[in-house]
Structure formats: C-alpha cells, structure tokens
C-alpha cells in the first residue's frame, strides 16, 4: 500500500528531437546552459540512458501556491491558466535561480519582498487571460534551478510577454536571481 | 553541467533490519501502515530490490520554513535541533496526511490555522532545548503522507514529548488531518 505513490515530478529534456522547436535561448544572468535545438517534456523520472542521449534535462514538480492570500486567489481563480491550446504557438521555459539571501529569508520577509514591494503577483493580473503559465518547484529536488516556469501564448500577444518579463525583471524580487536563462520556442 | 544535480531525498525504509528497533506502531487516524521491527534510512531514492525487501518506504526533502516569521526563526535558532546523539535513545517518526480542505486554503488562510488559531510554532517553542526534530516534505514527491516528523530524545524527556503531541493534537489545525501514524523506536 505505501508504494502506491504518485509520480509528480516533470522533466524538460534538452536535445535532438522533441515537441517543442527551440528558437532562442538567452541567458539573462548567471552562467548559460547548452545549446540545443528541441525540447521535450516527460511526466517522468528519466532513466540514464533517456539522460546520457539528453544535452540537458531540468525537473520540477506543480505544487500549491506559497505566497498567495485568498482575494488574490481569486482573481486568479477568474481566468485560469489552460496549457496545450494549439493555436498558442509561441512557447518559454525560463528557469531561475534565487541567491542564498533570498533563501535565508523567512516567509514573513519573502512575501515583503515578492508582493508589498515587487507586486509580482499583481503585475501578472494584466496577462492572465493572455499568458498561460505553470510554475515548476526545482530546488527540492536538489536541481541546479529553484524554479522552472513555462509559458504558451500566441504570436499577438509575444509584446505583452516581453513587457511582462520586463516588468518583473526590474523588481526588488529579481534581485535576488542570481541565473536565469529565457528559452523562447515554437509549438511543432 | 545540468545534470550536477544533489540529492536531498530521504528514504526511510520499514523492514527487517535497520538502525532503529522498532517499540510500537500506533494509527492516530485514518489507516494503518504494516507492521515491521525496524526502521532504516538512505539518503537517496532507493532501486526497485531495495523496495521488494522492506515492508514499506516512505520518502520526503527537508526544506525551508514554510510559515515561520523572523521573530518567530529567531527563537528557534536560539535552540537548534540536533540529531544523532547517542544518549537520545528515543526516536519518534510521525508521517501525518492533511485533508483536501487543508490545500485548497492560501497561504494567509493556513498560516491563520496553523498559528494565531492553534499556536503550533508557539507550543513548539517549550520543547527546543530537549526534543529535537527534522521535518520532511513528501506530498510534492506524490508520496501517500504529505510530512514525516523525525524526533530524537532522552528516556526522560519521553512524559514532555508526549505532552508536546497532545497538545498539537488538540487544535484546530489538527482538524485537517485525515492520517497520522506514529512509530517508536529506540536507537540500536
């Protein structure tokens, strides 16, 4: 009975072949990763042998929100977020990496600096209806990332992601990501 | 460079053979787990003849906190849990499962529970200097418990460790728990 488990964990593989034809990859800080044409996912754990023939592979889990308060829930909550529409051709996985500080921090002091300061969670409120997203957890899973968040829109409103990022990258929050890499890529 | 990943998952296997000499295994709630004499643990995920031969595993990451604030991590670090010693000859593992109503609430609305209405961090504050303990995280894993509580301390420390679990299971917090197991031992 306690083996029933569930598999929770997803993994993005980097290499030859894959759904998801890579366009760009752009390092925004930190040291980059290699480069590589396609992407895949797989809601798996991957055997050796899927890694060894794999340029990279970054894994993640979809877990409950840790920030979020209940009136904001529920704005969410309005339009949520629906992955896989085909005609969201454009598509990015960008991986993070938070510095040690941000990590030292308690969760009083993390929540301060996400939303009373950054308002990350009120900036993203412009794009729901418009960007899609899923955000991964990395960093228990002792990944080289603490987050992996994955993106599909369509070509129209590639601006309105742009400005997104913009937005975020020029917050207090964001200066605590010490390595960060935006891999833009197109649905197959 | 990718796959320089550091593994933080703990195994802790139930079998026939182990470190831990197993006294009693009592279900607070819900349904049991098999019964066995001993606990061991891996830190690593195990392999399938790993599994076939214990009686159950049950996994989990220790993470950061996530409901602690900076006055409240403060008086924790002024009493940090230490396990291992050898004169801690009584040993607890408490894997808990919290109900769906429990994850459906946000961030505010558990910290609300878990805190101002039932002083878990508060009542724990007592017992630093003389119970030490780890928690591990195994929902995000898909495991069957979501948290599995190791605790270490002395013969005569047991009447107050008792004490500290009585009054956690008397709040309201613990209402949201729909499985709890606990297992003693003594270190062999």
């Not at 993640?60 to 529409?85: C, H, M, Q, W």
Request: include cysteine.
């Amino acid at each position: 009975m306690e083996t029933q488990k569930t598999n929770k964990i997803v993994s993005f593989i980097g290499g030859k072949a894959g759904e998801y034809k890579i366009n760009t990859i752009s390092t925004i800080s930190g040291s980059p990763i290699a480069l590589c044409d396609f992407v895949s996912i797989k809601k798996e754990t991957l055997s050796d042998s899927q890694r060894t023939n794999s340029t990279w592979v970054l894994q993640g889990f979809a877990s409950n929100l840790r920030y979020t308060t209940r009136p904001e829930k529920n704005i969410l909550d309005e339009k949520p977020s629906v992955l896989g529409i085909s005609e969201n051709k454009c598509l990015a996985m960008i991986p993070i990496k938070k510095n040690s500080a941000w990590w030292l921090l308690t969760q009083d002091e993390r929540r301060q600096i996400l939303e009373e300061d950054s308002k990350h969670i009120e900036i993203g409120f412009k794009y729901l209806a418009t960007i899609n997203r899923q955000l991964y957890h990395s960093r228990d899973l002792g990944e080289v990332f603490d987050f992996i968040t994955w993106f599909e829109f369509s070509e129209e409103n590639e601006a309105q992601f742009n400005e997104l990022l913009s937005k975020l990258r020029s917050t207090k929050e964001w200066t605590f990501v010490e390595r960060e890499v935006d891999i833009r890529m197109t649905r197959i």
